[in-house]
């Protein structure tokens, strides 16, 4: 159940398309100079720039941006389910320790989008993400879901927090009950459910997320490993059957195996209920599986948004915020660079396997 790296992983898969291609190239350099290598004497066409104008970040002056662009932008989205205006929070206001983590944010999803939100540590991301059901209130800004403001006295914020499913960065924190069928039941309980149907729920969520309900419904919470302690969590969130889904750091520390299946359990999520996705993350490849948008947070502050691959085709700003590209996408930059005729920004390994190949081919 374990992974190749990506970058033997996108050799391998341009092997299957193109068989002369080697397949023990095990980095991202390897596999730059195993293309250049194979595509030796052939015409090197000329490219355009790399940036298509979609993005723009004003601060940075980037070209083609003009007044106003970032904010057509970000209302390029379907309709506005979850719209943040002006955010700003601090903690510890007024006090010797007060820290800033927000500086007017904004953001808008749309309702069944899947929105990534990416940035350096300590740039604000987990503090974002508590506004979107309500377990923060705004000091300064408004957060809106489906254009109830979540900050409004009459708001049912009880009532939000079912809609908008949460797993926090340490999703074994939020087990509390002695075992494993209780603690996920504990929402649908909280709903005023009847009790087959906390059950039927229950059951679901388990089976969805890896846990097999008979086998883990009398388990102690405390025996579970860190995989199984982060799946029972996420089949906590899932019972709720919420229409959106907040996730901080969903991956981190499964295994390959468990992050495949949490991916795919995304993925048919969205699919069969046409839910909304907010994740933030720091791993590239993650992302680049999940969300059609990004914004990019730095120093609590909105520095980047657009579709995900275009944000992705911005690597030197990313580099300055000490972030990354997928390795997938990296290798195709890098053969750019070096002036092969590779058009497209791929965002996963079959996507680059691809071009490469056709351009071999």
């Given at each position: 159940?374990?992974?190749?790296?990506?970058?033997?992983?996108?050799?391998?898969?341009?092997?299957?398309?193109?068989?002369?291609?080697?397949?023990?190239?095990?980095?991202?350099?390897?596999?730059?100079?195993?293309?250049?290598?194979?595509?030796?004497?052939?015409?090197?066409?000329?490219?355009?720039?790399?940036?298509?104008?979609?993005?723009?970040?004003?601060?940075?002056?980037?070209?083609?941006?003009?007044?106003?662009?970032?904010?057509?932008?970000?209302?390029?989205?379907?309709?506005?389910?979850?719209?943040?205006?002006?955010l700003?929070?601090?903690?510890?206001?007024?006090?010797?320790?007060?820290?800033?983590?927000?500086?007017?944010?904004?953001?808008?999803?749309?309702?069944?989008?899947?929105?990534?939100?990416?940035?350096?540590?300590?740039?604000?991301?987990?503090?974002?993400?508590?506004?979107?059901?309500?377990?923060?209130?705004?000091?300064?800004?408004?957060?809106?879901?489906?254009?109830?403001?979540?900050?409004?006295?009459?708001?049912?914020?009880?009532?939000?927090?079912?809609?908008?499913?949460?797993?926090?960065?340490?999703?074994?924190?939020?087990?509390?009950?002695?075992?494993?069928?209780?603690?996920?039941?504990?929402?649908?309980?909280?709903?005023?459910?009847?009790?087959?149907?906390?059950?039927?729920?229950?059951?679901?969520?388990?089976?969805?997320?890896?846990?097999p309900?008979?086998?883990?419904?009398?388990?102690?919470?405390?025996?579970?490993?860190?995989?199984?302690?982060?799946?029972?969590?996420?089949?906590?969130?899932?019972?709720?059957?919420?229409?959106?889904l907040?996730?901080?750091?969903?991956?981190?520390?499964?295994?390959?195996?468990?992050?495949?299946?949490?991916?795919?359990?995304?993925?048919?999520?969205?699919?069969?209920?046409?839910?909304?996705?907010?994740?933030?993350?720091?791993?590239?490849?993650?992302?680049?599986?999940?969300?059609?948008?990004?914004?990019?947070?730095?120093?609590?502050?909105v520095?980047?948004?657009?579709?995900?691959?275009?944000?992705?085709?911005?690597?030197?700003?990313?580099?300055?915020?000490?972030?990354?590209?997928?390795?997938?996408?990296?290798?195709v930059?890098?053969?750019?660079?070096?002036?092969?005729?590779l058009s497209?920004?791929?965002?996963?390994?079959?996507?680059?396997?691809?071009?490469?190949?056709?351009?071999?081919?």
């Amino acid at each position: 159940g374990l992974d190749l790296p990506p970058a033997a992983a996108l050799a391998q898969a341009i092997h299957e398309k193109y068989t002369p291609f080697p397949t023990d190239r095990i980095s991202t350099a390897e596999v730059v100079e195993a293309v250049l290598a194979a595509y030796k004497g052939r015409t090197i066409k000329a490219l355009g720039d790399l940036c298509s104008g979609w993005i723009c970040n004003p601060a940075a002056g980037s070209p083609g941006c003009k007044s106003g662009q970032s904010r057509d932008l970000t209302t390029a989205h379907s309709l506005h389910f979850i719209q943040v205006q002006g955010l700003h929070h601090t903690y510890l206001r007024g006090t010797p320790l007060e820290t800033v983590a927000l500086r007017g944010v904004d953001l808008e999803v749309g309702r069944g989008q899947a929105a990534g939100i990416i940035g350096p540590t300590g740039s604000g991301k987990s503090t974002l993400l508590q506004f979107l059901n309500g377990l923060l209130t705004p000091q300064t800004g408004r957060v809106l879901l489906d254009g109830q403001d979540l900050a409004d006295p009459q708001t049912n914020r009880r009532a939000v927090r079912f809609r908008v499913g949460f797993l926090f960065q340490h999703p074994g924190d939020q087990l509390f009950e002695r075992y494993v069928g209780d603690d996920v039941a504990f929402g649908p309980r909280a709903m005023g459910l009847p009790r087959q149907e906390v059950r039927e729920r229950v059951r679901r969520a388990m089976e969805a997320v890896g846990l097999p309900f008979e086998q883990f419904k009398d388990r102690l919470t405390t025996t579970l490993s860190g995989g199984e302690r982060h799946k029972a969590a996420l089949a906590g969130v899932l019972a709720l059957e919420p229409e959106v889904l907040v996730l901080d750091e969903p991956t981190a520390g499964l295994d390959p195996r468990s992050r495949r299946e949490l991916l795919t359990l995304l993925r048919r999520w969205r699919e069969e209920r046409g839910g909304t996705l907010v994740v933030a993350t720091h791993n590239m490849e993650d992302l680049a599986e999940l969300a059609e948008w990004t914004y990019l947070l730095a120093d609590g502050r909105v520095t980047l948004s657009g579709p995900t691959r275009q944000v992705f085709a911005r690597s030197e700003e990313l580099t300055r915020h000490g972030l990354s590209t997928p390795q997938a996408t990296a290798v195709v930059q890098a053969l750019r660079a070096r002036g092969l005729p590779l058009s497209d920004h791929p965002l996963t390994i079959s996507e680059a396997a691809d071009e490469i190949a056709a351009l071999l081919s």
